[in-house]
């Protein structure tokens, strides 16, 4: 039988008890987080952990079975969570670095990249003082942002709503591609040997035929509206506030087209903690008894939880990207 191993680090702390971990990373969402609960009493005393680690503590979080322990999620400490019986450590990945306030700015005519390197300018603007790079992909342009009372986070939080981009921190490198695009590592299913269960549905773009509106409002305060897909289609509506061109409001659209309209699966299947999975991967899905179903699927978000009664992994599945 295999033993269940974790290795949980909180700034100098490093963490024994532990009662359970769920680790969830999606392309739809900035921040990757990480929750931690343990026994916040043990034989009738208290842990006290509290007093040994604080909010943007550094946090490492490693586990798996037997030797096989792998690094799983590396953040910071958002908050603490107490109860009588235990306590919940709320952890967030590199963009918790972002949630610093940035200077009030209206910029015109300008790109995601421009924006985004006003968000990381050295030293005052930027949060933690400077020290980031940007890896930037997407070209949509806006005819008008503004910035006001607000932090790094909460700009980026709106790109991403206004665009459907994929934006993450790696490291230091703040990250902003079109959705699809990044092709991370492979892993491999099969509905014989390594799904526990799974919630698939199969679908063909006959049935998903789609008629997308995304309306703008341009410097003249006049609202306009870009459609694209199929005329007749189910009709789905995008509203952008910041004001984008026509060609900006078309490129939002097509990349909404490309999270509804795709022949093959939608939603997710649970299996163990191996094979490792994370999002921007491609699962390979093998049914051996409807061969026509196998195909790839971009992997759009996982969810991994550990704990004494085992491990296992959720993955969503979006678009097919090959047969």
Not at 83 to 92: A, H, P, R
Not at 197 to 218: C, H, M, N, P, Q
Not at 278 to 291: L, M, V
């Amino acid at each position: 039988m295999l033993e269940m191993i974790h290795d949980i680090q909180i700034g100098n702390y490093k963490l024994g008890l532990l009662q359970s971990v769920e680790i969830h990373k999606s392309v739809d969402l900035l921040a990757d987080t990480a929750v931690i609960v343990v026994p916040g009493v043990v034989y009738n005393q208290s842990l006290d952990i509290e007093d040994k680690v604080k909010t943007g503590d550094a946090v490492r979080i490693a586990f798996g079975y037997d030797d096989s322990v792998i690094v799983e999620f590396e953040g910071f400490l958002q908050r603490i969570d107490t109860d009588d019986s235990s306590l919940t450590f709320n952890c967030e990945d590199g963009m918790f670095l972002m949630r610093k306030p940035v200077a009030d700015r209206e910029l015109k005519n300008t790109t995601v990249k421009a924006i985004a390197e006003y968000l990381l300018e050295a030293p005052s603007n930027s949060p933690s003082g400077g020290g980031f790079t940007l890896n930037c992909t997407y070209d949509i342009t806006y005819e008008k942002f503004v910035i006001k009372n607000a932090n790094a986070f909460d700009v980026l939080q709106k790109l991403q709503d206004d665009t459907k981009a994929n934006i993450y921190m790696n490291g230091n490198e703040l990250n902003i591609h079109p959705a699809y695009v990044e092709k991370g590592g492979d892993v491999y299913y099969d509905f014989a040997l390594n799904i526990e269960s799974s919630d698939l549905k199969y679908r063909s773009t006959d049935d998903r035929k789609f008629e997308v509106a995304v309306e703008g409002i341009g410097l003249d305060g006049k609202r306009k509206t870009v459609t694209v897909g199929t005329t007749g289609g189910e009709k789905r509506t995008v509203k952008v506030f910041n004001v984008m061109d026509d060609a900006a409001l078309k490129k939002r659209g097509e990349e909404e087209l490309k999270y509804l309209s795709y022949d093959g699966y939608e939603g997710s299947i649970t299996g163990w903690l191996v094979p490792y999975a994370e999002p921007t991967f491609s699962a390979h899905i093998h049914d051996r008894e409807y061969e026509y179903k196998t195909g790839s699927y971009y992997v759009v978000s996982v969810t991994t939880t550990f704990s004494e009664s085992g491990g296992a992994r959720k993955v969503e599945l979006g678009r097919k990207v090959s047969n």
